[in-house]
């Protein structure tokens, strides 16, 4: 039996292999989990705990190979292959993730966008075509989408989130600013980029303090 | 003197303040931990230890009153007060940053944005001009900017990054996918939406296993 991995712990996965990517690029095949923690800023101690989740890796006094943390983290996050991934609302959000360079340089293959605005539907935009909300049922299954994003409007987002679920998608990546009461059995990461942003302020009112 | 606080900690706050907002929308006056960590799916245990770092929150038994706790997470954040920003990169990340009805919500009012584009500077888009980047450092004095938001391609991100803090800039909230190398004295929020969309991939992969 699996011990339950905590949801940040599979999110600074990530950030480790972006920059475990970073430092083979530089040429560095071993690295050690103090320099790589260093470079996040984290502890090596929250490294080690979470890669210790998933078994053994590098040599104590040693350090990881670079290239085989590379590949054990990706066959881990499920990053060995490729993801369907849809867009709900093609507004400058949804068009900004379409093209994200990001999501397919890690596999996650934008296959449809879909709106409500009839002058953005039925059209490509850069190979991409964008389709209205009735054809989503069709294009989820025909292009084998197992991904929705959701880029509406907060108000628009529990209900594309809703439809996405009858369509059968299991995993929900929303960017709309409001939490979703969907089904449970649908996965949903929330990315609410004012959350992120609000830790900004928080420093800024500390340095603010300091040099009152 | 201040124990040092966990940055997600930070970041947790704000996500106890949305949820927070969206209780009292409910004319919810007093609310448990319990409920509030359920609905946000984490322990209650996390929600009462982030809170301890600030004091003391609501009383045991009863709960928080949400609009007292709302108060206090604003001070706390430094959202009780508006904060200029600014966005590099017009792009359609850019764009949907510049708009994004969620930052100005909680008082993070975008002065200007910036581009290299000469077909994009020197306008007024919606009331938001664009400047090109030799203008940053006036505007930024002007407009009493204090956050730089970094919506440029990764090849672009770390100059934009160096401009910011040449021009006094002490926060920076980052989307490329790429870490920065810049002063220590700016701190900066990565917001890697690839890394954030992978934790996805690794569920839709355990689900798979399951099903298999």
Redesign the interface.
């Known amino acids: 039996m699996l011990k339950k991995i905590p949801?940040?712990t599979?999110?600074r996965?990530?950030?480790y292999?972006?920059?475990l990517l970073?430092f083979k690029e530089k040429d560095i095949t071993i690295i050690s989990s103090k320099r790589l923690a260093d470079?996040?800023k984290i502890s090596h101690h929250q490294l080690r705990k979470d890669l210790s989740y998933f078994g053994q890796f590098g040599r104590k006094g040693v350090g990881y190979s670079c290239v085989r943390l590379i590949e054990s983290i990706r066959e881990?996050?499920?990053?060995n292959r490729e993801?369907g991934a849809c867009v709900v609302g093609f507004?400058?959000?949804g068009?900004?993730?379409s093209?994200?360079?990001?999501?397919k340089?890690?596999?996650?293959a934008i296959k449809a966008a879909f709106d409500i605005s009839e002058n953005k539907v039925n059209k490509d935009y850069a190979n991409l075509k964008v389709y209205p909300l009735e054809k989503m049922e069709k294009v989820i299954r025909k292009e084998k989408i197992?991904?929705g994003?959701i880029a509406v409007?907060?108000e628009a987002a529990e209900a594309a989130a809703t439809r996405l679920a009858e369509c059968g998608i299991?995993?929900?990546?929303n960017l709309a600013?409001?939490?979703l009461d969907i089904p449970k059995d649908v996965?949903v990461?929330d990315?609410?980029?004012?959350?992120?942003?609000?830790?900004?302020?928080?420093?800024?009112?500390l340095?603010e303090a300091k040099q009152s």
């Open positions: 949801e940040e599979i999110t996965l990530s950030y292999l972006r920059a970073f470079f996040l881990i996050l499920g990053l993801w507004g400058n959000l068009r900004a993730l093209f994200y360079k990001g999501f340089d890690e596999g996650i197992q991904i994003i409007p907060k299991k995993a929900i990546f600013p409001v939490k996965i990461k990315v609410d980029l004012s959350c992120q942003l609000t830790s900004l302020t928080y420093h800024l009112k340095l």
